[in-house]
């Protein structure tokens, strides 16, 4: 089993980034696809990013396309949210997650598909 605890959340202005991160231990990190996931108050949790075992392929939500980044480093077992001009509908609880199956690319965007959840980090964009 992999343990994942999230950080680098917290209150940005609008336009501003942030950067969240990922630290993984109890597993081998590179067998897992990992994934960000977030959800707001109200409403249902929605992917916003995945990687791959190598990073070398990633997907991201709609509504984050050409704005957030993710990485990971195998070597420090992390993976990174980069986030970029921060909007008040990116305000949500993100989290990290590993999924332990193999799957169709496209299934990696389904939060059921994932069995190992970090706690959440709360990001707030205000102005």
């Known amino acids: 089993q992999v343990q994942l605890v999230e950080s680098g959340g917290g209150l940005v202005q609008i336009g501003g980034s942030l950067r969240l991160s990922c630290a993984a231990s109890g597993g081998t990190f590179s067998s897992y696809v990992v994934g960000w996931f977030r959800q707001a108050p109200g409403k249902e949790r929605e992917v916003v990013g995945v990687?791959?075992?190598?990073?070398?392929?990633?997907y991201y939500g709609d509504s984050v396309k050409g704005r957030f980044n993710i990485s990971r480093d195998n070597a420090k077992n992390t993976v990174s949210l980069q986030m970029n001009a921060l909007k008040p509908e990116d305000t949500a609880v993100y989290y990290c997650?590993?999924?332990?199956?193999?799957?169709?690319?496209?299934?990696?965007?389904?939060?059921?598909?994932?069995?190992?959840w970090g706690q959440g980090t709360q990001v707030t964009v205000s102005s």
């Open positions: 997650a590993a999924a332990a199956g193999t799957f169709r690319w496209s299934d990696y965007a389904i939060g059921e598909r994932y069995a190992y």
């Open positions: 990687a791959n075992y190598n990073g070398g392929r990633t």
